[in-house]
């Protein structure tokens, strides 16, 4: 049964905010608007001179997704070492925050910022503030779901204020190789009989090199003697999107993590039974789990699977 909960942020222009959380499962509504503000009522004309702030309201099915996982995802699209605004827009009103609901949130949220602190990604101090939810007012219709209704618009803005440049090179670039990078964000393939994983059959499950997202076990894995890592099923159906590919000559079925968006490959249907699929994964996509370590890097569910 679903536990409907609301979470708060602020990361600067709100219409960069929305999307990044609507692609969650368990994500059930994200709105703009305004809050925090010394006076009722604000407009987008004068929410600044009102005390408020842009930010955005979640509604979420906890049963699917934590806080914590909202969290995860509000540091990866901010700067969290800036408190007087965000890339390009400049102010108090721009500002990143976190507002909790309850207590409950507030000792996850605290915890969350210290851990992104001990992690040494950033050279300053982080200074997003945590306080306590004042009253949201959703913001007027045109700013809704910015990225949809004008998204010419909405890309023009998002690259040249600086944000994507900062996210890329922080949270992307930073974390990994040059081959991790080329194959997760530019849709690239590693050289077959070449790579990390391609003729690995340890017992354990594969995760996204970025995110963690469970995608594919050992136990589906078989021996396709293409130099890749090759597998008849996801181990989480959720966490696979497809989508149709023509970038050479022909169509094929491209095959990327839904959580961080990354390439991994493609599917074929020259697989064995009985499944009949393939799904040719390149290993700098991956991070390899051996089942004895799944308890303790936090796949306990999966390791009955092995026992």
């Known amino acids: 049964m679903p536990i409907i909960k609301i979470a708060i942020f602020a990361g600067g222009c709100f219409w960069c905010m929305v999307s990044p959380f609507l692609s969650i499962d368990g994500v059930i509504e994200v709105i703009a608007g305004y809050t925090d503000g010394t006076q009722p009522n604000p407009s987008y004309q004068d929410?600044?001179?009102?005390?408020?702030?842009?930010?955005?309201?979640?509604?979420?099915?906890?049963?699917?997704?934590?806080?914590?996982?909202?969290?995860?995802?509000?540091?990866?699209?901010?700067?969290?070492?800036?408190?007087?605004?965000?890339?390009?827009?400049?102010?108090?009103?721009?500002?990143?925050?976190?507002?909790?609901?309850?207590?409950?949130?507030?000792?996850?949220?605290?915890?969350?910022?210290?851990?992104?602190?001990?992690?040494?990604?950033?050279?300053?101090?982080?200074?997003?503030?945590?306080?306590?939810?004042?009253?949201?007012?959703?913001?007027?219709?045109?700013?809704?779901?910015?990225?949809?209704?004008?998204?010419?618009?909405?890309?023009?803005?998002?690259?040249?204020?600086?944000?994507?440049?900062?996210?890329?090179?922080?949270?992307?670039?930073?974390?990994?190789?040059?081959?991790?990078?080329?194959?997760?964000?530019?849709?690239?393939?590693?050289?077959?009989?070449?790579?990390?994983?391609?003729?690995?059959?340890?017992?354990?499950?594969?995760?996204?090199?970025?995110?963690?997202?469970?995608?594919?076990?050992?136990?589906?894995?078989?021996?396709?003697?293409?130099?890749w890592s090759s597998f008849t099923n996801p181990l989480e159906h959720n966490n696979i999107i497809e989508k149709e590919d023509r970038s050479l000559l022909g169509k094929r079925t491209e095959v990327r993590s839904k959580k961080a968006n990354s390439h991994l490959g493609h599917v074929f249907s020259d697989g064995p039974e009985p499944t009949n699929l393939r799904y040719c994964i390149n290993s700098a996509a991956l991070k390899f789990i051996k089942k004895e370590n799944l308890e303790q890097e936090g796949y306990h569910q999966y390791a009955k699977d092995f026992s």
């Not at 509000?74 to 309850?102: C, E, K, L, M």
């Not at 809704?144 to 670039?173: A, C, E, M």
């Not at 790579?195 to 894995?221: A, C, H, M, R, T």
């Open 47 to 227: 929410y600044a001179e009102k005390g408020h702030l842009e930010a955005i309201q979640i509604s979420y099915d906890s049963t699917k997704v934590s806080y914590e996982e909202l969290l995860n995802i509000f540091w990866q699209n901010i700067d969290p070492t800036d408190s007087q605004g965000q890339f390009v827009d400049r102010g108090r009103q721009y500002r990143p925050a976190i507002f909790y609901a309850n207590e409950e949130q507030k000792i996850i949220a605290i915890q969350s910022k210290e851990n992104l602190a001990l992690k040494g990604i950033f050279k300053n101090p982080i200074v997003t503030e945590i306080s306590q939810a004042t009253k949201f007012y959703p913001a007027e219709e045109n700013h809704q779901n910015y990225y949809k209704k004008h998204p010419f618009k909405y890309k023009y803005y998002r690259s040249r204020s600086g944000r994507d440049n900062f996210l890329d090179t922080v949270w992307i670039k930073n974390r990994l190789t040059k081959i991790q990078y080329h194959v997760t964000q530019e849709n690239g393939t590693e050289p077959a009989f070449n790579n990390e994983y391609w003729n690995n059959y340890q017992e354990g499950i594969y995760v996204d090199i970025l995110s963690g997202e469970p995608l594919f076990s050992s136990l589906d894995k078989f021996k396709s003697n293409t130099g």
